[in-house]
């Protein structure tokens, strides 16, 4: 007879005392067997759902027969009758629970069934129009019902719970926000008798509130003004909202928190005008236009609308109407052309052309096409463009500005504009404080950014940090004085005075235009961030006159993202021919830029890859977005110049026409530049070269001492400089002779995506321990350079098979987590293993896995991924990986430090680092499999275990952690020494010492389970 401890020590199961949030007896909800409950109730009764006097329960992984397998996991209950449905605890360990006693195999009964909660975006219903209205729009006057999906309903369906004396149970709280930002708590419906929005007791699916009617007039007054109405669903389940929350503590959005929705509420008449307009002048087809109103209709007579750039449209109406905005170009930036109606009571309509954004009158959606503002994009600085000369950029400067008039128009787009391009600036060698910033308002207080809706309906503070490394850069605000005079500071004898010979670099995106009016009628202008009149924007002959000022530098390139901008050309450069400048535009003078076309392409030019580009992209997912080819020159010469990144964007921005007049929906890019500008060929290039780059070829892998067996998978990996554009061969050398071709010609990539080979060691190698061999990478083409690998030997592969436990964590290693993982072949990518791991020290055994390399990938919402690579040999290979939670706030600086991810071949090697410019190995204290936290800068790292023979060095380069930046892998494969290892000489320093020196090493992500 099998003991009962048995099944619970064989299965490594994590037994969990709960401890409770304290819950008055009087609120507690009773659960009766095989009721749903969810992650996030505190205060449950229980007792009825046990099976007799059980005060455990018991979890079977999905397919586990649980009659004759032992639990995967087992929590013991402290109280009975003051349950907690703890997130730590259930997370990934959703559906049904049975009542245990603690012997097994097999239960005593089912308990509960544990769902994860969800709260869908709250559906709008107009009963006037029989219409969803949700993100749209309806006429005061209508009733709107809220519709709410949950899978929450069932603790009212069910009949499987039941309330103790006291216990108010309703499970949704309703949300509506006005448009002065206010939150109501009750709505009037059609007999002005209020409703109380909070305490929704949702029992159906889907559910329907009570009515909303948006025409109440409770005290002669109408209640609701018309605008833009936010609506969204909390749960209120038993505490959920307050126990359920992200990893960084944020509410758990489509879980405890629905996602917002909107409703715009417009004056009875304004909503027919609107209709009279879509009918009369579109035809009644809104396709790829978008229409907007203002809310309220307006008095007459002569009605006048307010524009940007001090203009304005004036009607003739007699009497009062409605104004309606048609946008025939909405994903054009302004200035375009738009129309503005004016509706009377009667439907007769009146259209007056204009080209900007009204100043007086907020306009708000109605129909129509919704364009994106910007894609929500994590800065990453990969660092990974190099080219075939030594950058010198230390009389380089830049100067990005990106105005944005408003935070109804400063879309998400030109923070993205300005992020990337601070990123290609210090790619090529930029010192940061060489790079002015002025965008929008600064870092000034208050949402200043547009992030959803057309018009703007969402709004965020722009991040200051810009390439997603160390903490937030300075950045200034965007108004003409600003802008003005931070020109004006940079000439000679200015408090910010470039040097002598410098070569300048302004780029300007958001908005431009041309003035219609006034006496600078004609002159084209770029908006700054807010004032009014001619306080918003800066002429042409202003911008070119604070340049002009700049005597002492030795070039100027103006790249300009604006509508409008050629319209600059003629002054920069015609001003003063002789000087040498150069003008990059998107659009022609007569005529708009289109989102982000000409500025996606043009800075992926100059790059080399597009921003999607990051430090931890994969083959898989980022070939796409790296070596985009802009350098044409032949043979390549690893630098764009100006022209050919001019001629990269005309292809890849989607907006450009070859056509010099307007072409609707397009914009025609170009470039013009002074007769010296042209002959300077250096001043093309973001640079300046200084002479041949490092040519080079460092094989990482093997690094020497290694015992590779045949018949498995190893990673032949190595670091190219300057290389871009060649490939390489792979070569096996076995006591100095050539023995085959691991990878012939043509060859493959010197610089990747990867610079790596996965290469499956053949069964005819040689395996005597007389036999050493190396691994050469060599250019396929003159010149030619070589790496050589270490020497390293090959046995014979293991008989027996291996498997690989996974064992999960949160940061500070005081729980654990279920994450979702994947094992695959590096070979291949086949899936050999996938799943989720339990939240517990069980972790997860995979099934037999034949001796190689493997990927292992875990992602879970909320947490950084892991993607690491793990020889796994005969026996079973344990590892702990620990999550980083990532933080919610854009503004929240990133850590002072990056990681090195250090494992080894046997794991349990003490880890020594030392700065390359350093004579001093430290002692980390610790072993692999371990990410060491380092300060940014170049580093030296090495392992040593007792009876190995000390590891070769590695250098590396850290840098600092992001979202989308995984550790620096590195791995040593140890060889058996014939003797002991000797201790650590007296040069190694004891750990204290390294903060002193280092700052401090941290531990983090992933620890050798013990």
Known sequence: MISKSFFQVMAGV????LFLPAVSASTRTEIFQGAEVFIGEQGLDITTAMYGGDTQIAWWASGADVNTTAPSKIIFIGSLNNFYVAPSDFVGYTGIWYSFDGTGPGPDAIAFVVSDPYLEPVKIWDEDTGTYVTDSHAGRGDHLIFNISTNMYSVFASGDRANMPGDVDENIDLKVRDPTGAIYT?????????????????DAL????????TGAQSLGPYDYDPGTYTVWAESTLNSMKDNYKRPDGADYTGKTVSSLTTVTIFDSPVQIAIQDVIDDEL?????????SAYPLTVPGPNTQVNVWGGNSVQFANAGACS????DRAPEANWEHPVSYYCVDATGSSEKQDASAPATDYQFLYSDGKTPS???VWQPDDPYVWTQACVNDCSNNYAVLISGGNDRNNNYRRYWNDIAFMYINLKEYGYDPTHITVMMSDGDGPGADRCIAGYPCTQYDDSPRNLDGTGGNETVLDASRTTILNTLESMKPGGSKALPAGANLIVFTTAHGGVLTSGANAGRHIIYAWGGTGDGQYILDTELVAKLNQLTQVNSITLIMENCNSGGFKDEFIGSLPARNRKILYA?????????????NALTTAFAGHTRWYTSSCQPSTCSAEYDKGADTSNPGDERVSATEAIGYARLNDPFYTANAGPVPGKEHSDMAMTSLAASDTASQYMSTCTGAATRSITVRNPAGGENWARETTRMINWNAQGLTGRNVTIKLYKSGAWNRDIVPLPGVSATGPPMSYTWLLPADLATSTSDVYTIKVQTVDTPTVTGTSGVFRISVKPTTNGQLKIITKNEAGTSYLAVPFTVTTVMDGAVVASGTTPASSAGFTTAALTPGTYNISLTRDGYYPINAIQYIGSGTTTKTYKLIAIPSDPNTDTPPFGGVDVSSGPDGATILVKKTTDTVWMNTDMETDTVVLLPPGDYDIKVVKDGYLDSVIQTLTVESMTLTREPVKVYFDLTLAEYPSPEFPSAFLPAAMIIGLLGAVLLIHRTREQ
């Open 373 to 375: 503002p910007g894609e």
């Open 587 to 599: 659009a022609a003078g007569d005529e708009p830029s289109w989102g982000n076309g000409f500025s």
């Open 323 to 326: 104004l309606v905005l048609v």
């Open 283 to 291: 035809g009644g087809v809104t396709t790829g236009v978008t229409v």
């Open 186 to 202: 009750a709505l009037f419906d059609t007999s002005i008798t209020q409703w109380t929005l909070t305490g929704q007791r949702v």
């Open 206 to 213: 889907p559910y329907a509130s009570s009515r909303w009617y």
């Open 14 to 17: 994590f037994l969990i005392c």
